[in-house]
């Protein structure tokens, strides 16, 4: 039938639409992809929980960039999360070939289909944007502190579309520590490790398609890796990082102190730590 009156059925058939082509490598019928844009405003009228849900399987499709292109381009992102907006186009530094978009779709891409990885590297550069600031004198762009900025924002936007609290806390956990350096002393590894705790592998997946993502000879990050996989390997077999379970209180404590079950309760243990 006419595609704008199925639109007007369900709204969300149009991420529909885009999942399905991007899950089964399918050619978007052209009447049905015009008439997205013009009925986008529809899914003012869809739950968030079912947008978020759609979404997630578009992320996790075997062609995710497809579909996170499909939705700049239709015009789909405030109604998942508008601050990805500001990162289409924008341009990084001499260290990014990519525009910001582009460079976080490659880091999407180079991820296993796995639901915190995924998000993780979708928001890892989200703070960026209001982050931005350029040298007078050289010109050189620059984005201080955009992990901790951007490990909020995240927080902001996961809780928003109402994903569990575990995945909220594993993806903010990943986008606050995605800067810290291959190159580090076992105190450096060993406080990675104390902070990722049971994510560790998922950083070093996240780290590797970040860093593989950027204006990097694939010969020198390869060596990085494998110096840092050595040293890991190293610290690991030494003496055990301090794990939370050694400190004096629990989670339980903090929630009978008062503390609101969430994310929170991992921050003030690991805080304590």
């Not at 796995?114 to 004198?137: E, M, N, Q, S, Y």
């Not at 970040?210 to 040293?231: G, H, N, R, T, Y």
């Amino acid at each position: 039938g006419n595609a704008a009156d199925r639109f007007r059925e369900d709204p969300l058939r149009m991420l529909r639409l885009l999942r399905l082509a991007c899950s089964h490598d399918l050619t978007i019928e052209s009447a049905s992809f015009a008439a997205v844009p013009l009925n986008r405003t529809l899914l003012e009228q869809v739950s968030i929980e079912r947008i978020r849900d759609e979404f997630t399987k578009i992320l996790l499709s075997p062609n995710p960039g497809r579909g996170m292109r499909l939705l700049a381009r239709l015009n789909l992102l405030p109604f998942i999360a508008p601050e990805l907006e500001a990162c289409v186009d924008l341009e990084q530094n001499r260290f990014h070939p990519l525009d910001l978009y582009e460079h976080t779709i490659a880091v999407i891409e180079k991820t296993p289909p796995d639901l915190v990885l995924r998000l993780a590297a979708l928001f890892h550069d989200i703070g960026k944007p209001p982050t931005l600031t350029v040298d007078p004198d050289t010109g050189d762009r620059h984005f201080f502190r955009h992990e901790s900025i951007g490990a909020t924002m995240t927080a902001r936007i996961l809780e928003r579309l109402r994903f569990p609290h575990h995945t909220i806390e594993a993806v903010v956990t990943l986008v606050a520590t995605h800067m810290r350096p291959l190159e580090a002393g076992a105190g450096g590894l060993r406080r990675l490790l104390r902070d990722t705790g049971e994510l560790f592998p998922a950083w070093r997946a996240l780290k590797e398609a970040d860093a593989a993502s950027c204006a990097m000879d694939p010969e020198v990050l390869a060596s990085q890796l494998a110096l840092f996989d050595e040293a890991m390997v190293a610290v690991q077999a030494g003496p055990p990082v301090s794990p939370l379970k050694s400190l004096a209180l629990n989670g339980h404590d903090l929630l009978a102190a008062g503390v609101p079950p969430g994310p929170q309760v991992g921050v003030l243990l690991r805080a304590l730590h």
